[in-house]
């Protein structure tokens, strides 16, 4: 059986704060990756439920953090088309996603 593994480090500030984070994954090779943020959800077989992380780095804009969540909603609704075939459920997350998009897009040019 092939293994494959992603690795995720986060550099702390004083007060526990993340300044920076960083990954890798062992078949992308060594080169490792920047972001400002990270969503992990993992369905907790024992538990039957969802556990999670979520952390940005204290540089990320209010406004990219609702763009991130909007374009990890839009992912998961392309996953779960393709994993369910579930296409009704697929279109209510990427109609939410349009929603959002318009709310986000005007609070954005009612603040300048």
């Known amino acids: 059986m092939k293994k494959s593994e992603i690795y995720v480090s986060i550099a702390l500030d004083d007060n ?10 062992t078949d992308a090779g060594e080169k490792i990756h920047f972001a400002k943020a990270i969503n992990i ?3 907790d077989r024992d538990e039957a439920g969802t556990m999670k992380i979520d952390l ?17 909603m839009g992912a998961m ?6 994993a369910t075939s579930d296409q009704v459920m697929a279109k209510k997350m ?14 954005r040019s009612q603040n300048g």
């Open 94 to 107: 990427r109609d939410l996603c349009e929603e959002l998009m318009k709310h986000v897009e005007e609070q």
């Open 56 to 72: 940005w780095t204290k540089d990320m804009p209010v406004d990219e953090m609702k763009y991130f969540y909007i374009d990890t």
């Open 16 to 25: 526990r704060v993340p300044e920076a984070i960083s990954w890798r994954a």
């Open 41 to 43: 959800s993992l369905w």
């Open 77 to 82: 609704a392309q996953s779960i088309a393709t």
